[in-house]
Every structure is written in C-alpha cells, then in structure tokens.
Nanobody
C-alpha cells in the first residue's frame, strides 16, 4: 500500500509555470507506475500524464504535450509534474495516482490516489 500527498499547487498567471510534487509513503514507491490526473469544476477527471516504474517511459494527454513534463525520483519517493506555459484551461484540481500495472492513461486502473492540489491559472 502507498499513501500519496500532493503539493505545489497555487495561483499563477497565464504563461507561468508551476511544479507539482507527489510524495509517496512506504518502501514500495518504485513498484508503482504513476500518473497525474486533473478535474476542473463541472467536468470529469481527465488524464494528464503517466510514467513507468523507473521513469524511462512517459505519456501525455495531447492538451499538455510539449508544455508539461512528468518525472520521478524513486530515491526520494517523489513524483513531479513540471507545468510550463500554463493556460486558463489548465485550471483544475490535480491528483497523483499509483498503479501496480504498467503505465496507463486509464484512471480506473489506478489503485491509490492523493487528495489533490488546486491549480488556478488567471487569464
């Protein structure tokens, strides 16, 4: 089992940057592929990015490709999401999640979720 805690959200202007972090508890963080998802008000949760267990393979939603970068540091049990060139439509609560499976964009295949961190991009 792994517990996940996100941090790094906040208010930023359009075009700005933020880096989200997701701290995982336990000794098994490196056993999980990880993902970032987001949910805007009135919308369904959507996939943002995913990374395999060792950080060698990543995948992104088309809406963030070229602007966001997912990475992980297994020695620190931490997942990151570097967000650049932020747009108003990136405003959402961002969640990190862990899956025992290989990396995936499907939210229903993730086993553990954090509580979320709010990102607000002012236009």
């Amino acid at each position: 089992q792994v517990q996940l805690v996100e941090s790094g959200g906040g208010l930023v202007q359009t075009g700005g940057s933020l880096r989200l972090s997701c701290a995982g508890s336990g000794r098994t963080f490196s056993s999980y592929a990880m993902g970032w998802f987001r949910q805007a008000p009135g919308k369904e949760r959507e996939f943002v990015a995913t990374i395999d267990r060792i950080g060698g393979i990543t995948d992104y939603a088309d809406s963030v490709k070229g602007r966001f970068t997912i990475s992980r540091d297994n020695a620190k049990n931490t997942l990151y999401l570097q967000m650049n060139s932020l747009k108003h439509e990136d405003t959402a609560v961002y969640y990190c999640a862990a899956t025992r499976l290989f990396y995936t964009a499907k939210s229903d295949l993730y086993d553990y979720w954090g509580q979320g961190t709010q990102v607000t991009v002012s236009s």
